[in-house]
């Protein structure tokens, strides 16, 4: 709990200089570049951990604040706490001081504003190191027990993922591995540590959750040599594309700026399904004061109910969505 406190009150500059030092203690090839921390791993855990050093949060966490109730325990701060991702961060700090694994690391730079770090990162040499690796894995995700692909939908690394992990395939927006896996040409997954409300002054992490990710990336190291080389495969397709292709407006909130930041979905039927049947999404988001709200769309595919929800909704971006569910039956 200490270490986690100090991180969460580091701002971005320091923290990479503490993490450096960390790396450097661990590993004989560090790289500190422009955006990114990055230290080659050894071939007995030939996997990525990733995470990003930045937060949304304008201000320094200073105050925080530990409770528990019904067994878990809650940390936040009023400045922010910062968990998206200081999670992740704590996560591979555990990892690499107490346990015997080593794999490659990567930290990023500015993942809140697009990316910036990965997106240097995949522009460098270094790249090449990760198509001699396994997989990747981010610790990115908020909530508790999801796996997030994005845009990789190689089904047989899901299969494998939930097999290890127990934790099951849910739906995000945009994080680092989205710029890391087609360079790359690896598998990678996203998974929850533990964090909520991300993005919001309200946002906690419970602690129970962010050591249960620690444990489940532990046995992911542990199998790591036994597990196949999963390649990044495409199944997805552009959310802003596909509308185009079926014709639907996009300009309606588009012109206005709100991007996809990368975003994209799977088609919900194939080419033998009828187009014209409806389905019916729940969608959690944070509005414009960001705070929690459901909503319920139809629309011909997910790309098409997305689209008449940010319609309806245009005040708020793609980085506002929490998640969606598909009414079936």
């Not at 960390?22 to 080659?40: I, Q, W």
């Not at 990747?136 to 692909?149: I, P």
């Not at 996203?190 to 919001?200: A, D, I, P, R």
């Amino acid at each position: 709990m200490k270490t986690f406190k100090k991180i969460c009150r580091m701002e971005q500059k320091k923290l990479k200089k503490w993490l450096e030092k960390l790396l450097r203690a661990k590993y004989s090839e560090v790289v500190n570049a422009d955006g990114f921390l990055y230290a080659k791993g050894s071939e007995d855990a030939p996997i990525l951990l990733t995470a990003h050093m930045d937060t949304v949060h304008k201000d320094k966490c200073v105050h925080i604040a530990i409770g528990k109730s019904e067994g878990k325990t809650y940390i936040k701060s009023p400045q922010g706490i910062g968990g998206d991702d200081r999670c992740g961060i704590w996560i591979i700090w555990m990892i690499l001081c107490k346990t015997k694994y080593r794999p490659s690391i990567l930290f990023c730079e500015d993942e809140e504003i697009g990316g910036v770090g990965s997106n240097k990162f995949v522009k460098t040499e270094y790249v090449k190191d990760l198509e001699k690796l396994k997989y990747l894995v981010e610790l990115d995700r908020a909530n508790s027990k999801d796996a997030v692909y994005y845009d990789c939908g190689n089904n047989d690394f899901m299969k494998y993922i939930e097999k290890i992990t127990g934790y099951k395939k849910a739906y995000g927006s945009f994080s680092d591995i989205g710029h890391l896996s087609p360079a790359c040409d690896k598998a990678s997954v996203n998974l929850s540590c533990g964090y909520y409300k991300q993005h919001t002054l309200d946002e906690y992490v419970i602690y129970e959750e962010m050591f249960d990710t620690f444990k489940v990336v532990k046995k992911l190291l542990a199998d790591s040599k036994n597990a196949e080389e999963y390649d990044y495969q495409e199944e997805v397709y552009s959310l802003w594309d596909t509308w185009k292709a079926k014709g639907y407006s996009f300009s309606d909130y588009y012109d206005d700026g709100y991007g996809y930041y990368g975003y994209s979905v799977k088609n919900k039927y194939d080419d033998d399904e009828d187009e014209n049947v409806v389905h019916t999404y729940e969608i959690e988001f944070y509005d414009e004061n960001y705070n929690e709200d459901v909503d319920v769309v139809e629309g011909r595919s997910l790309e098409e109910a997305l689209g008449f929800f940010f319609i309806e909704h245009s005040t708020i971006s793609y980085q506002n969505i929490i998640d969606y569910y598909e009414y079936i039956g």
